[in-house]
């Protein structure tokens, strides 16, 4: 009993000395500065090698009853000579604690992507309140704090736009897909490669008035943040910009698109519309000689006619065939031009190496290091199969009769 | 065991110290020769209570015998007073003395025989004894028998006479069912006795009687099915309960406490029901049932964690529905445990895991808020627990208003006010109503005491704490037990064939109608069957994982 | 030891949980790089051969620990010496345990918490248990395994749906030969975590039955290690061998990876759930192998000595080393220079030496 007695009124003293002092991990949500996006710029001098923009959540403004009619998000900038430099540096102009786990946007200047991003990665896998889940983006051609500051219609943050437009673009009709950190650290680590990372910019000219609620006050806003392009590395420089076929070929490559359209054009003048879906791409590789080896790219890939406006037999089977081949040919178009661009830039950013190393894992050792040779005059041959499934709500377009 | 001694040795102090209103005279009080004076003894035994009931009668006709009938009113049923003992003592004892003209009422050998005819030929009530003890004849007369004493007869005739007013069988107040027998246990050992035989016409249910309470007298019954109750189980129980040594004993929550394995727990580890159909339904799955003279409450042992979880509905309802009930019975005592700390532990320490969206509106909303998250959780709960007080304590009719007003308008005022953020509101509301949804009210305040607790650990450790505490929490349940049976059965010890009613209600054609019902003291393997609460009985090991023992041991 | 029995499907709980410890959240086998799956089945196999000789141990003695045979097998001044070597074997496996779990943990989230406080609270708890009995630790094992194991299968079917598992990331096996697995073999994953399964000859008396006891246990760690190497299939390839292998707690970026609509996202949080119930079981163990140790080698009653025995596991775990780079390091030359001795020639001496004895001892027949 007695010692219970005393079990207890230890507890009572440690207690309240824990409660007191205890916590140390514990900051109260409205201590917290939540940011949604960082944008990372270089700057002229070493002292500011980085120059960190967060763009902070203003919740009150978003859900809050007492909202005073100012901009939903803030932007802060911190510079330093590294990435935890500038952190720090823009924590003291914050009264807050800047919180990076909710950060889902990370914006790189192409400046800075130009002269390598691999100092900047580091940081933000060995951070544990960062998240890996985070989409990565270079701005093309522009700063990349104009990006973060940037007035949205659709969300009241605009790196959350950003998240959004981004899923529209990959589910429907273009060639954007998610590109998180770990993907471009991968990417980064592939001999002879490097990662595809999306591409952003402001459609319309930026000025500092972009970053206001004026800016959505007309119709047409003045800017508009806007998903496009892939930014093609080597190893973590950025080497060119990809647009058009090559970025097609190249998403494909990657199996990362859900559905794209197709235009074939007529004879007659005109086009036909495919809508192209479930598109499995796979590299299969004969390395009888691992200096010379043979890729063959299979493509199968399902199409739905979307749009016909030609006096066509359509219920006819044969028709159908011609157009299947013709829908092969553009696709072997797609990645033709992927892969003619990548050996272009002198870099195997669409995992030939990749395929070749699970293959052949010695044959690989061997050409490992000079692989960008290698890869520059490997032969690709193309194994495609595209079926139309169906014409949809209709068979013969009424141009028929 | 050890304040149970301690009581014992105070009784006996109390017992040879001299009692008020006793006369300090050498003559011990008792039945005398005469009827005056053994009457002026009872008077003087009570202290000359005004609701003591003397009716003075000659019996015998012409050869008058003075004879005197006792009982307490209000205790006694004045009806059966009246027509049975009353009744028959001056119409039938008349040729009763006209059969022993020969002999004279002064000889000596008639003495003995006269009371004992009167109870064979005379007495009309249906229960009648000769007693000649004092004490037991003052507990039959405070429990509402009617004593008959005698002219020179050193017995008296006690007449079974109990009655007075009682409440009526009604609906239990504390477990409700939608679908089910609606009739309650009541205050009266014997009306509810029978509730319950009237459920089990068996011979092999059994019943025990023992009278515990050294000043109340109470009349506690043990049922139990034979054959179907583990015969060591029956042992434990009644051993148990016979080591009880208390002056009062006014309901079984007294019992609960004395008996149960481990004082020191917030578990609760056994059953308490006002139902007859839950304490009959239990008997037939050989658990042991106490009924304590003076309360509608009946304890069932061996209790475990999942039979807390478990309501008389689930057998009246289809058996998917009863899962479906159980199962959120289940979610909300761990809504009820962890809620609190887990808002807690999640704004304050992992704030990455709140999706974006709902992060933002709770930013929003802290923003002005003055208390940190855990002092608004803490006065919150508490505000709610007084709430909760204040609604059982009221008088029914504005009890329900003041919980009803207590929790909308105060809740509204304090968030309008900017004290308290909503979201806080709707946590502490959640885990209020989730302790609600429990069907055994014990296991819900055990609830709300664990859910202050985690609410320290999250506020210290967040996650950590949390984790911690529940890997404290089942090592602690686990070590309980319930008259042997370990309390988390039939999760820990795993046994497939005791999950026929736990988690989920199997339905009744799968558990086989021919089958006997579980047993879960037999489904056990030996070494699990260990009994706590007896030292000399216990195995050395056991021994230690009781911590009463240990302690007595260490003083 | 007296009549309390375990019942096996909770010997099997224990030793999943001990096995999985901290094994299951760190980047075990990774000197395997992306074949670290094989060469964790690889070490279980070897584990389960020492097994073996534990098990042939435990059969000569069943009512015995570890500490009580070694007397008995090499006599009373060789044997209580050899028996506070492993005494002290525990002691310094349950305070790398814990150091291991506190520090692990206050690199994952608890950055500022200080580490004393973190190992103290874990220990105390361990204690409370220990407090309560064996019996008691092995009937709430059973409760958290299932805790585990749905967390397990939680995370698991989530990183399917969220798409993130490429297992082309696990290929191609074997690239550089069977050398790297082996090795890796050979330097950590026999030991850690299998040949830790020596202090399970200390609860081994507990088990309920003594012909079917060690045959659970040998099934516990199959089971484990297919769990083991499931989850670092599922690591590598969700984040690749080479983020894998630089990550000390590879499984939180793993299931920081799930990400369903944005309403279940950083669910990492569940692995610190599974690397403190796993840190705490662990230690739990050794703990209660140390206690039982000393409460049979000095015969002192096993609740006196369990708040001295925290005190020193504790000031241990905090003396061991100053930061976990040193830990690590340390642990790592006492996995390959030490502790083969204690799990493999000790035993090995015992076993042969009570089969030699048994040889002569027994009648020969005819």
């Given at each position: 009993m007695r010692n219970r007695i005393f079990g207890g009124i230890g507890v009572l003293f440690v207690l309240p000395m824990l409660l007191l002092t205890g916590c140390w991990d514990s900051v109260e949500l409205n201590r917290r500065a939540i940011v949604s996006g960082v944008a990372i710029d270089r700057g002229d001098s070493e002292a500011e090698r980085y120059k960190l923009s967060f763009q902070v959540i203003v919740a009150e403004e978003i859900s809050g009853e007492k909202s005073r009619g100012i901009s939903p998000v803030a932007l802060y900038t911190g510079t330093g000579r590294t990435m935890f430099e500038a952190l720090a540096d823009a924590s003291r102009q914050t009264a807050r604690f800047l919180s990076l786990g909710h950060v889902r946007v990370l914006v790189i200047s192409e400046k800075f992507a130009r002269a390598g991003i691999k100092d900047l990665l580091d940081v933000l896998e060995r951070e544990s309140d960062t998240r890996l889940n985070s989409l990565i983006f270079i701005s093309k051609g522009q700063p990349a704090r104009e990006i973060m500051s940037t007035m949205t219609v659709f969300s009241k943050i605009p790196a959350n736009d950003l998240v959004e437009k981004l899923e529209t673009t990959s589910k429907q009709f273009g060639y954007n897909f998610r590109m998180a950190v770990d993907d471009v650290i991968r990417g980064i680590q592939i001999r002879g490669g490097g990662p595809v990372i999306n591409g952003v910019f402001t459609r319309g000219e930026w000025t500092p008035a972009s970053g206001s609620n004026d800016s959505l006050k007309s119709i047409e806003p003045r800017s508009i943040l806007r998903v496009s392009s892939l930014a093609a590395f080597k190893d973590d420089k950025l080497k060119g910009w990809l647009t058009g076929d090559a970025a097609l070929g190249t998403v494909l490559l990657h199996n990362r698109i859900k559905e794209f359209p197709v235009l074939l054009k007529q004879q007659e003048g005109g086009y036909f519309s495919f809508n192209i879906y479930q598109s499995q791409v796979s590299l299969a590789v004969e390395s009888s000689d691992p200096e010379h080896p043979v890729f063959t790219v299979k493509i199968t890939q399902q199409a739905a006619l979307k749009e016909a406006p030609h006096p066509l037999d359509l219920t006819s089977p044969k028709v159908l065939e011609e157009l299947s081949d013709r829908l092969i040919k553009e696709s072997v178009k797609h990645i033709q031009a992927a892969v003619s661009t990548a050996k272009e830039l002198g870099s195997d950013y669409l995992g030939f190496g990749r395929a070749l190393q699970r293959k052949d894992p010695r044959g690989w050792k061997k050409v490992r290091d000079h692989w960008e040779d290698v890869f520059a005059d490997c032969e690709i041959r193309f194994d495609a199969d595209v079926v139309i499934r169906h014409t949809d709500m209709r068979s013969n377009s009424f141009q028929i009769h | 065991m050890k304040s149970g001694s301690n009581r014992k040795a105070q009784n006996a102090g109390a017992d040879s110290a001299p009692r008020p209103g006793q006369p300090q005279g050498s003559v011990p009080l008792g039945l005398a020769d005469t009827v005056a004076q053994s009457l002026l003894h009872i008077q003087t035994e009570l202290g000359g209570?005004?609701?003591?009931q003397i009716r003075r009668i000659q019996i015998g006709g012409e050869r008058r015998l003075e004879a005197a009938a006792v009982h307490l009113s209000g205790l006694a049923d004045p009806a059966a007073v009246n027509e049975f003992v009353l009744g028959s003592l001056l119409n039938h004892t008349e040729e009763l003395f006209l059969d022993r003209t020969d002999g004279g009422a002064d000889s000596r050998g008639e003495e003995a025989s006269l009371p004992q005819q009167i109870l064979s030929r005379a007495m009309e009530t249906g229960e009648a004894l000769l007693q000649e003890e004092w004490k037991e004849i003052m507990l039959a007369i405070l429990s509402g028998d009617t004593a008959i004493l005698l002219e020179g007869c050193r017995a008296a005739i006690l007449c079974g006479t109990r009655g007075g007013e009682q409440r009526a069988v009604s609906e239990p107040t504390s477990q409700l069912v939608v679908r089910g027998p609606k009739d309650g246990f009541v205050e009266s050992v014997a009306t509810n006795i029978a509730l319950i035989r009237r459920r089990i016409k068996s011979a092999k249910l059994h019943l025990e009687v023992l009278k515990l309470g050294s000043e109340t007298h109470t009349h506690v019954a043990m049922m139990y099915m034979k054959g179907i109750a583990g015969e060591d189980l029956i042992r434990e129980a009644r051993d148990r309960l016979n080591k009880i040594a208390l002056n009062e004993i006014l309901e079984s929550g007294y019992i609960e406490e004395l008996i149960q394995d481990k004082s020191f727990t917030p578990f609760p580890t056994i059953y308490n029901t006002e139902r007859p159909d839950v304490a009959a339904g239990n008997l037939l799955e050989g658990r042991v049932v106490i009924i304590v003279d003076g309360t509608p409450f009946v304890l069932i042992l061996p209790a475990v964690f999942t039979q807390f979880f478990q309501s008389a509905e689930d057998y009246s309802q289809r058996f998917d529905i009863a899962i479906l009930m159980r199962l959120v019975r289940y979610l909300s005592f761990l809504v009820l445990i962890l809620g609190p700390s887990v808002y807690l532990a999640l704004t304050t320490y992992h704030y990455e895991m709140i999706p974006t969206t709902l992060l933002i509106n709770l930013l929003s909303q802290r923003e002005n808020v003055p208390f940190p998250a855990f002092v608004e959780l803490l006065l919150m709960e508490t505000a709610f627990e007084i709430l909760r007080e204040a609604g059982v304590r009221m008088p029914r009719a504005i009890g329900q208003t003041v919980s009803v007003v207590g929790a909308l308008i105060l809740g509204t005022a304090v968030v309008e006010a900017g004290i308290i953020t909503p979201i806080m509101v709707i946590v502490v509301a959640l885990t209020g109503i989730a302790s609600f949804a429990l069907p055994a009210y014990n296991m819900a305040i055990a609830g709300r005491i664990i859910r202050f607790a985690f609410l320290i650990m999250a506020s210290i450790f967040g996650f950590y704490g949390i984790t911690l505490g529940l890997i404290l929490l089942v090592a602690h349940m686990s070590s309980l037990r319930s008259f042997g049976v370990p309390y988390l059965f039939p999760f820990v010890p795993l046994s497939i064939k005791g999950h026929k009613d736990t988690l989920f209600r199997m339905p009744l054609w799968l558990n086989g109608a021919d089958k006997p019902p579980a047993q879960m003291r037999e489904e056990m393997p030996d070494y699990m069957l260990l009994t706590t609460g007896h030292e000399e009985q216990l195995p050395p090991l056991i021994r230690k994982n009781c911590r009463t023992e240990e302690e007595n041991r260490e003083e | 030891m007296g009549k309390v029995k375990i019942g096996l499907v909770e010997f099997f709980s224990l030793t999943v949980l001990f096995e999985l410890g901290t094994a299951l959240v760190v980047n075990l086998g990774m000197g395997a790089g992306r074949d670290a799956w094989l060469s964790i089945l690889l070490g279980c196999a070897a584990g389960l051969m020492m097994f073996t000789g534990y098990a042939y141990l435990y059969r000569k003695h069943p009512n015995q620990p570890f500490t009580a045979y070694t007397r008995q097998i090499l006599g009373k001044y060789i044997g209580a010496p050899v028996g506070l070597v492993y005494i002290i074997l525990y002691i310094n496996l349950a305070a790398r345990d814990l150091r291991d779990g506190s520090t692990m943990l206050a690199m994952a989230t608890m950055h500022n918490t200080p580490l004393f406080i973190l190992s103290a609270l874990m220990l105390l708890s361990g204690a409370y248990v220990l407090h309560k009995g064996v019996e008691v630790l092995s009937r709430t094992s059973m409760v958290f395994a299932f805790v585990v194991l749905g967390i397990g299968l939680f995370g698991t079917v989530m990183l399917i749906l969220s798409g993130t598992i490429n297992l082309h990331r696990l290929l191609p096996v074997l690239e550089n030969g069977f050398q790297p697995v082996l090795r890796s073999v050979i330097h950590q994953n026999y030991m850690f975590p299998f040949g830790e399964m020596v202090c399970f000859t200390m609860l081994m008396p507990y088990l309920s039955s003594v012909k079917k006891g060690p045959w659970i246990i040998a099934a516990a760690m199959v089971f484990s290690a297919l769990l083991l190497s499931f989850t670092m299939a599922l690591n590598v390839s969700v984040l690749g061998a080479d983020i894998v292998e630089r990550s000390p707690l590879p499984l939180m970026p793993t299931i920081s990876k799930i990400s369903i609509s944005d309403i279940i996202q950083r669910v990492d949080i569940f692995v610190v759930m599974v690397l403190i119930i796993g840190v705490f079981f662990k230690m739990a163990v050794f703990f209660a192998a140390a206690l039982i140790g000393i409460s049979d080698l000095f015969k002192i009653p096993y609740r006196k000595m369990l708040y001295p025995c925290a005190l020193i596991i504790l000031f241990t775990s905090m003396l061991d080393a100053r930061s976990f780079i040193e830990h690590l390091d340390e642990g790592g030359t006492l996995l390959y220079r030490v502790y083969p001795y204690l799990m493999i020639v000790v035993p090995a001496l015992l076993v042969i030496v009570t089969a030699v004895r048994d040889h002569f001892s027994a009648p020969r027949p005819g």
């Open positions: - | 209570s005004p609701d003591l | -």
